[in-house]
T-cell receptor, first 113, second 114 residues
Framework: AQSVTQPDIHITVSEGASLELRCNYS??????LFWYVQSPGQGLQLLLK??????LVQGIKGFEAEFKRSQSSFNLRKPSVHWSDAAEYFC???????????FGTGTRLQVFP | AAGVIQSPRHLIKEKRETATLKCYPI?????VYWYQQGPGQDPQFLIS???????DKGSIPDRFSAQQFSDYHSELNMSSLELGDSALYFC?????????????FGPGTRLLVL
């Protein structure tokens, strides 16, 4: 069965520092991968997605992610974090047989000034 | 740009009561999905509709039902509410249900069952 693992439950960085959030997936075919961000009490906003082609995907708010098939990973990166990036980040994979998205357990990002 | 609209945004109910959550998809989106996110949990898929027909079903309790109407809005009906139903309920929409279609999420309805 497809699954997503986000190994880091909580990450703390200083404003201006670089960021990498890890995501590993288990999938039998070419995956459809997504990163969503959820601010406190808010909905899920799509940051970026990967379907095929270029393995480095650019998203909104200066985020990017790289699909690495050999490592079954889709890590999210940002070169310089802003205080407003503090939120919960979810990696998700589109289920092969159904309509659903399968989410990881999320990584909570805290940003210190 | 128009987004997914959910109403109400907050709802407080007592055990054994019923609740109806509404979702208005982005214009020209014909597919609607419902997810439940418990406290500190990741969203779990409940059910989806495509062109007013149920297209997929996840871990939705039998006490819950949903439908999509002719104008593509959807309603999630929850009966005999239990304390464990307290959660954030998201609706998402997409322009079709092709594999990998992006799902755009609404702000959610926060349901508290007392």
């Amino acid at each position: 069965a497809q699954s997503v693992t986000q190994p880091d439950i909580h990450i703390t960085v200083s404003e201006g520092a670089s960021l990498e959030l890890r995501c590993n997936y288990s999938y039998g075919a070419t995956p459809y991968l997504f990163w969503y961000v959820q601010s406190p009490g808010q909905g899920l906003q799509l940051l970026l997605k990967y379907f095929s082609g270029d393995t480095l995907v650019q998203g909104i708010k200066g985020f990017e992610a790289e699909f690495k098939r050999s490592q079954s990973s889709f890590n999210l990166r940002k070169p310089s974090v802003h205080w407003s990036d503090a939120a919960e980040y979810f990696c998700a994979v589109g289920d092969y047989n159904t309509d659903k998205l399968i989410f990881g357990t999320g990584t909570r990002l805290q940003v210190f000034p | 740009a128009a987004g997914v609209i959910q109403s109400p945004r907050h709802l407080i109910k007592e055990k054994r009561e019923t609740a109806t959550l509404k979702c208005y998809p982005i214009p020209r989106h014909d597919t609607v999905y419902w997810y439940q996110q418990g406290p500190g949990q990741d969203p779990q898929f409940l059910i989806s509709f495509y062109e007013k027909m149920q297209s997929d079903k996840g871990s939705i309790p039998d006490r819950f039902s949903a439908q999509q109407f002719s104008d593509y809005h959807s309603e999630l009906n929850m009966s005999s509410l239990e304390l464990g139903d307290s959660a954030l309920y998201f609706c998402a929409s997409s322009p079709g249900r092709a594999k990998g279609e992006t799902q755009y999420f609404g702000p959610g309805t926060r349901l508290l069952v007392l």
